[in-house]
C-alpha cells in the first residue's frame, strides 16, 4: 500500500474576476511521478506554489 504525500481537495484560484482554476482535487502518493503540462499562463505554477 502506497503512503499519501499529499491531498488536495476543491483548490481554487481567482485574480479578481478571473478565474483560474476551480475545484482542483488530487492525491500523491509515496512512489508516483507527476507531470504538469499546459499552456503558458494556465495556472501550473500557481497549482505548485
Do not use: P
Amino acid at each position: 500500500m502506497s503512503t499519501e504525500l499529499v491531498q488536495v481537495q476543491g483548490l481554487a484560484k481567482r485574480y479578481g474576476d478571473a478565474t483560474v482554476f476551480d475545484n482542483v482535487n488530487f492525491t500523491l502518493t509515496e512512489g508516483e511521478f507527476v507531470c504538469i503540462i499546459g499552456h503558458s499562463g494556465c495556472g501550473k505554477t500557481t497549482i505548485l506554489n
